[in-house]
């Protein structure tokens, strides 16, 4: 393709630009010189980790196109076959697989493969079960409490088996999936026959990564989602009006809080009788939906004027999904009811519908509503009716304005027209290649997880989550373990959507802060920040509706989200070309340590950074967590403090703080503060954690079409070293490559964090001065209040180089952890000053609670100052148990300096 992705190979997985060369265009039909057919069988050697083995009791192949496969032309791996009148021998450096011709289907006896595995080998047969498998995802979380159902305590929820096992191998069976064809949108078709088998062996032993990758070159990429995706999505299940909608967005505006999502539910269609009659009197229809629950109608008593309310949110830079229930067809009262109909040539008294549905068992409910015979009845498998459901009802909803679908289905699993398709599969499948087709804007959907092959259809919608703390602490594992089959972009209910029976919050009463806030925190390192709830005024989630102490953290978490921006998106297009997710499970890089399979909480978010979930109220205010990190070198966030990985630690974290861990040396392009993410920003801060050395690099594109599938998006590359004792080296290479809009130059603050203030700084050889007010091109200030030297680079040359010299002192003064005590001794004179005067208060706890501020208005006393402050610090527990401090006020002081 392009030397671009070359780069991008070469940094992340070296397979990647191979990938880009043959899979750019999806082939069925696999290299003929990777097949050896034997009798009535056949194999495919696909990669030297995954073979393709088929039998037919005529001989006779499948080369279309299925659900789950849709690419096989690979250039040829390194294999070598031996075989003999009956017996068959094919070996790579990953597995041995041998077949004994017996005119029987593939079975224990005739059948076997040896994974090499560290050396050895592990025998498998199609006997063998999998009893290590890591798992995969499941279809939703409704009804669900974390991982335990609500109608009945002793069921966990079963998540569907992955990709990814212990054991080191994997067998998918396509024997029973359909066909897809070769048009325009791909179309269902049966297959020959369903007695054949066709099987896919992985071979992996613990390379995980390479498994994932393997899947993509036969099973199709990751789709790289629209930048705007990666902001905040606002939703709740509310009769919202244009006005309303309106005043939401004013206020967001007020308070400075970006949004890019406004996720509308079902509301914005007429809901007939729904929440007048109530849910358990509501009638209810042929899919044995609530009448109501579906429709394409706008409802001009709160939208007036569709057009002009889209408009609007167009302006505003906002995109807008609607909900969906397609299971209902479409309601006889539907505007575009006739047309459709007329389209269709269906019968509109409903007489022949009620002969073909007399044995649908939706209609002996009592509840039934003997109008349903006159709708439209949904059928998902018939070519004309979704052809017509496209072109009558959503395309011209899409040239209104609305920008993408939420499709919500909750009723009978299966078409009625083919028995084996999954209406949640076929629905993602359709509305994700029909908007493809439109080539307007990169395709997106809303959607529930269908089954394998559904990852090439993004984003997730995983239900209707449990307001409990259980809820919240599921969900990083279920997030992360959903990888295994490339399903990297679930969304949830951050913040919970209805309470349980056993809460509070099940009665609309309230919603605790401290958990939203958790969840918030928690979503802002998921893969979409979209909260959500029921409606009701209590469950508000509104954060200028929280106390100051809460809602000041809710909204400095969801600017944190957009600052992480430009790092987040250069994962997601690692997620396109290597398989491998923004939300991981820390198994993918440490698979030989037992330890990294047993932490649910913890993930990868990205390459650099390490999350650890809180899920449990905090004591005096104050959460404590046991966390295990890997191998390696790792900086805490919040303190600065460095640890040694492999071990456990235990640290405790007031509301305002989240674990995550930062890889020592790790460069993480952000954004300053942005109301959007419609385009890309010309300023950068590019901020450099520790002191270690390495290499990263930053994706751009034009955020919103598929043209980068063909070469046109950009890689800057950053790399930062330590050399001696006081001296490191952050260069800026040229970027490469291009797209439509791209800026010719960009702004760079450079950021180096955890580090003292310097002696000198120089860029490009030549020394910068030293200026809080950047009054030069190229100058640099020190950041008191996170201890970071910031070198500013304004509109740099995109075709140039700039290499920073940053020159410490010899006698450089340990920092390790200073923020974090920085920040302590902070609150602990602020508690102090809040609660007795001012004169009692020792005047060493006045000063080393003005660090950050003395060091803003004298940096070059840096080590005087520091040094002053890491003596009283260790002193401040003995300082103020001098004060005449009542019990309560000591209590505090203490949770505060732990």
Request: charged share 20%; net charge positive.
């Amino acid at each position: 393709m392009s030397f671009i992705l070359k780069r991008v190979g070469l940094l992340w997985i070296c397979v990647c630009c191979t990938l880009v060369f043959v899979n750019a265009q999806n082939n069925p039909i696999a290299n003929p010189a990777s097949i050896i057919t034997f009798g009535k069988a056949r194999f495919t050697v696909l990669t030297t980790g995954l073979v393709r083995m088929e039998w037919d009791s005529l001989g006779v192949f499948e080369d279309n196109a299925t659900q789950v496969i849709v690419n096989r032309y690979l250039p040829k791996p390194n294999f070598i076959v031996k075989q003999t009148a009956n017996k068959l021998n094919i070996a790579t450096d990953k597995f041995q697989l041998t077949y004994q011709k017996s005119g029987e289907k593939f079975n224990a006896s005739n059948l076997q493969i040896a994974v090499i595995k560290e050396q050895k080998s592990i025998q498998w047969t199609l006997s063998t079960k999998d009893t290590a498998n890591l798992k995969g995802t499941s279809r939703t979380l409704d009804s669900y409490n974390g991982d335990v159902a609500e109608w009945d305590k002793s069921k966990k929820l079963e998540l569907e088996d992955g990709l990814l096992s212990k054991e080191g191998w994997h067998l998918l069976d396509d024997s029973k999936s359909y066909l897809l064809d070769n048009s325009d949108l791909p179309w269902i078709k049966e297959r020959r026959s369903f007695t054949s088998q066709d099987f896919y062996f992985f071979a992996y032993s613990s390379n995980y990564k390479a498994a994932l990758f393997d899947y993509t070159l036969i099973t199709g990429k990751v789709p790289l989602p629209p930048r705007f995706t990666f902001g905040y999505w606002w939703s709740r299940y509310y009769t919202y009006s244009d006005k309303e909608l309106r005043t939401l967005v004013e206020k967001f505006e007020r308070y400075k809080i970006p949004l890019d999502v406004l996720v509308i539910d079902m509301d914005w269609h007429p809901t007939e009788n729904l929440y007048v009659d109530g849910f358990k009197k509501a009638k209810s229809d042929l899919s044995g939906s609530l009448r109501g629950w579906g429709g394409y109608t706008w409802d001009r008593t709160i939208f007036p004027n569709p057009e002009g309310f889209l408009k609007w949110t167009a302006d505003k830079q906002l995109k807008i999904t609607l909900n969906l229930h397609p299971a209902s067809g479409i309601p006889y009262k539907d505007e575009k009811y006739a047309a459709f109909a007329k389209a269709m040539q269906f019968d509109t008294t409903g007489t022949s519908l009620r002969k073909s549905e007399e044995n649908n068992p939706y209609i002996k409910k009592p509840n039934f509503d003997e109008s349903s015979y006159k709708d439209i009845p949904y059928e998902g498998g018939d070519k004309k009716f979704m052809g017509t459901l496209f072109d009558t009802v959503l395309h011209p909803l899409e040239r209104q304005g609305v920008d993408f679908w939420w499709l919500d289905w909750q009723q009978y699993k299966n078409s009625k027209r083919y028995s084996n398709l999954s209406n949640v599969w076929w629905l993602n499948h359709v509305f994700f290649h029909q908007m493809q087709l439109q080539k307007k804007a990169r395709p997106l959907i809303y959607h529930r997880w269908g089954g394998m092959g559904n990852h090439r259809y993004q984003i997730g919608f995983s239900g209707d989550a449990s307001i409990t703390w259980k809820s919240l602490a599921y969900q990083p594992y279920f997030t992360a373990t959903a990888s295994n089959v490339l399903y990297g972009y679930w969304s949830h209910d951050i913040g919970g959507h209805i309470g349980t029976k056993d809460t509070t919050e099940a009665k609309g009463q309230h919603i605790s802060p401290e958990l939203y806030t958790r969840w918030l925190q928690y979503g802002v390192f998921s893969p979409i920040l979209r909260t959500h709830s029921v409606r009701g005024l209590p469950l508000n989630r509104e954060p200028w509706e929280f106390s100051t102490k809460y809602g000041e953290i809710i909204s400095g978490y969801i600017q944190l989200r957009y600052s992480l921006a430009p790092y987040i998106y250069t994962m997601a297009r690692k997620t396109y070309d290597s398989g491998i997710s923004l939300c991981r499970p820390l198994y993918y890089d440490y698979p030989n340590d037992n330890e990294s399979y047993k932490q649910p909480s913890e993930y990868l978010f990205g390459d650099n950074l390490l999350v650890a979930q809180i899920a449990e109220p905090s004591i005096n205010d104050v959460s404590t967590k046991s966390i295990w990190l890997p191998k390696g070198n790792w900086i805490e966030l919040t303190t600065g403090k460095r640890f040694l990985g492999n071990q456990h630690v235990t640290r405790r974290f007031a509301l305002n703080e989240y674990p995550i861990y930062i890889k020592e040396g790790a460069i993480i392009p952000t954004y300053p503060t942005l109301m959007h993410l419609k385009q890309n920003c010309d300023t950068v801060i590019l901020k450099v954690y520790g002191s270690g050395s390495s290499e990263s690099l930053m994706y751009e594109d034009a955020g919103d079409d598929d043209n980068y599938k063909n070469g046109q998006s950009s890689i800057t590359r950053f790399k930062s070293e330590v050399k001696g004792n006081n001296l490191q080296v952050v260069s800026i290479f040229p970027t490469e490559g291009s797209f439509n809009g791209m800026s010719p130059s960009k702004t760079y603050l450079v950021q180096l964090h955890g580090q003292q203030m310097p002696l000198q700084v120089k860029v490009n050889g030549m020394m910068v001065p030293f200026s809080n007010a950047y009054s030069a091109n190229k100058s640099w200030k020190y950041l008191s209040d996170v201890l970071a030297v910031e070198i500013a680079i304004s509109k740099m040359d995109k075709k140039s180089t700039v290499d920073i010299e940053v020159i410490y002192p010899d006698n450089r003064i340990q920092i390790d952890g200073l923020l974090g005590k920085m920040n302590t001794a902070e609150k602990v004179f602020e508690y102090l000053k809040a609660t007795t005067k001012l004169a009692l208060i020792p005047a060493a706890i006045c000063k080393a609670g003005a660090l950050k501020l003395n060091l803003n208005y004298e940096p070059t006393r840096f080590q005087e100052l520091v040094g002053e402050f890491l003596i009283t610090y260790q002193q401040l527990e003995k300082i103020t148990a001098t004060m005449a401090l009542d019990e309560n006020q000591q209590m505090r002081v203490q949770a505060i300096l732990k």
